[in-house]
């Protein structure tokens, strides 16, 4: 950046920022104070120190000779990795001068000086922590030396998938995201898809291709676990899975497991006995969300896994690994950079058209959510996982209280849900005689005895009404 005394003025009227910060000037507590502030930009956006402003934005100045201007950049010598910032000297015209020390958005971070890491935030420069510290190490390492682009150890080309691979790239071709290579030898289309590096597999190749009973004991973490339980927690399963196996089967997998447990939303359409049945989460959500978990979660935890849960209440899928290059769960419902953690899975994913490359995946599950009428999806980060959670808007009539209840009893607390209260005539009105009234009183009674309706009034003005939770 390069200043006068205008362009001075014009910075010093926005006030301190996360990219600004005035210091009275060059003495030493001011210019260690700068020092750290100057790291802290290095570490999140880069920014601008301006030595002989006073902190109400008052341009005063100092006494600036070039024994001033090497005094400053002896200090930020002190900054590791080295770093060599913009040092201005902005004469005010009276004598005094303002001295502007400039950084970008360090390359090499984390930076610190004198042996400790700070970062900005606000219009505060905070020492950094050591979670921070090697959060910031681990992704800015991730881009050379990732999990996923080292060698597999062991393995071969033989050990993968061939007609997996085959059909990724006859898929990217029709998709337009591959040329058509010409060949079909696994090794070659290997090579083009990024997954082979000195003639050697990848990681990311064996997390993609390979063969089912290749996976152990080397990939534990390429794992799926699947489950549905009776109610809103863990206290009883109905059913539980695991199984291991590349990312495209297992994504295969997890969509019939959820094809096959998720119930569907009941709705009595009016005056005509007839329940319309609709799936209770948008299915492109939801394969939305199992593509990001299998294509983003973070495979170096060896017993880490892709969990999905069905509760009465809540789909949750559960992926190994946290947000990292300064995404928050908040800005998961906005236009964000695409920065995978695993790219050249991603790569590949993309190829397949599986996902798209935009960064666009969470806002497609919140419009489709929402455009379904439901709650759009919550994202939780847990200690060292990412929670995608989906509810519904509707009532969901029970599959099971104890025993399998009846397709007519799940339609009668389906119109419950849709109606209201209601008579008993008024019920059986609605049956249009499908069931008898003795059978549908008989029904009622065993549903009141499974707490899931009750009756408000009595004799002949009695209603029938769901049970709230609760009461």
């Given at each position: 950046m390069s200043l006068d005394r205008?362009?001075?003025?014009?910075?010093?009227?926005?006030?301190?920022?996360?990219?600004?910060?005035?210091?009275?000037?060059?003495?030493?507590?001011?210019m260690r104070g700068g020092a750290e502030t100057l790291s802290g930009f290095l570490n999140t956006r880069g920014g601008c120190v301006l030595f002989g402003v006073?902190?109400?934005?008052?341009?005063?100045?100092?006494?600036?000779?070039?024994?001033?201007?090497?005094?400053?950049?002896?200090?930020?010598?002190?900054?590791?990795?080295?770093?060599?910032?913009?040092?201005?000297?902005v004469e005010l015209g009276d004598g005094n001068a303002v001295v502007a020390v400039t950084v970008e958005r360090g390359p090499r971070r984390p930076y610190s000086f004198k042996g400790k890491a700070y970062r900005r935030v606000g219009t505060t420069t905070v020492e950094m922590d050591r979670?921070?510290?090697?959060?910031?190490?681990?992704?800015?390492?991730?881009?050379?030396?990732?999990?996923?682009?080292?060698?597999?150890?062991?393995?071969?080309?033989?050990?993968?998938?061939?007609?997996?691979?085959?059909?990724?790239?006859?898929?990217?071709?029709?998709?337009?995201?591959?040329?058509?290579?010409?060949?079909?030898?696994p090794k070659e289309l290997l090579?083009?898809?990024?997954?082979?590096?000195?003639?050697?597999?990848?990681?990311?190749?064996?997390?993609?291709?390979?063969?089912?009973?290749?996976?152990?004991p080397d990939f534990p973490q390429c794992r799926v676990r699947l489950a549905r339980f009776k109610g809103i927690d863990k206290t009883e399963f109905i059913d539980n899975r695991q199984y291991e196996g590349n990312a495209f089967r297992l994504l295969q997998i997890s969509d019939q497991f959820l094809r096959q447990h998720l119930p569907v939303a009941g709705k009595v359409i009016p005056d005509l006995f007839e329940r319309r049945d609709d799936p209770i989460y948008p299915p492109e959500a939801l394969r939305e969300a199992?593509?990001?978990?299998?294509?983003?979660?973070?495979?170096s935890v060896g017993g880490g896994s892709v969990d999905i849960a069905i509760y009465d209440d809540r789909l949750e899928i559960t992926s190994t690994g946290e947000?990292?290059?300064?995404?928050?769960?908040?800005?998961?419902?906005?236009?964000?950079?695409?920065?995978?953690?695993?790219?050249?899975?991603?790569?590949?994913?993309?190829k397949r058209g599986i996902i798209e490359s935009w960064g666009r995946g969470t806002l497609k599950m919140a419009q489709l959510t929402q455009k379904a009428g439901l709650p759009r999806p919550e994202f939780e980060e847990q200690p060292g996982t990412l929670?995608?959670?989906?509810?519904?808007?509707?009532?969901?009539?029970?599959?099971?209280?104890?025993?399998?209840?009846?397709?007519?009893?799940?339609?009668?607390?389906?119109?419950?849900?849709?109606?209201?209260?209601?008579?008993?005539?008024?019920?059986?009105?609605?049956?249009?005689?499908?069931?008898?009234?003795?059978?549908?009183?008989?029904?009622?009674?065993?549903?009141?005895?499974?707490?899931?309706?009750?009756?408000?009034?009595?004799?002949?003005?009695?209603?029938?009404?769901?049970?709230?939770?609760?009461?």
């Open positions: 205008q362009r001075l003025e014009e910075l010093v009227s926005g006030d301190e920022s996360e990219t600004l910060e005035f210091k009275k000037k060059t003495s030493s507590g001011c006073d902190p109400d934005g008052t341009i005063r100045g100092q006494d600036v000779s070039d024994k001033t201007l090497r005094e400053v950049a002896g200090v930020l010598d002190a900054i590791e990795p080295p770093v060599f910032p913009s040092i201005e000297r979670d921070a510290y090697n959060t910031m190490l681990l992704e800015e390492l991730h881009s050379t030396s990732r999990w996923e682009n080292q060698p597999a150890d062991g393995w071969t080309v033989e050990d993968l998938d061939q007609a997996e691979i085959s059909r990724t790239v006859d898929e990217g071709i029709r998709r337009g995201r591959i040329s058509d290579p010409s060949t079909r030898d090579r083009g898809l990024g997954l082979l590096k000195d003639e050697m597999v990848l990681r990311a190749a064996v997390v993609l291709f390979a063969q089912e009973e290749r996976i152990l199992l593509a990001n978990a299998f294509c983003h979660r973070d495979y947000l990292h290059f300064g995404l928050t769960v908040e800005s998961l419902y906005e236009s964000h950079a695409s920065r995978p953690w695993n790219p050249a899975i991603a790569s590949v994913f993309y929670v995608v959670r989906f509810r519904p808007s509707r009532y969901l009539p029970p599959q099971r209280i104890g025993r399998d209840l009846t397709e007519e009893q799940r339609v009668i607390l389906a119109l419950l849900a849709e109606r209201g209260e209601l008579s008993l005539s008024r019920i059986e009105e609605m049956l249009a005689g499908r069931v008898a009234r003795r059978a549908l009183q008989t029904d009622l009674q065993f549903l009141r005895s499974l707490d899931l309706v009750e009756t408000r009034g009595w004799a002949r003005g009695a209603r029938w009404r769901l049970k709230e939770s609760g009461d």
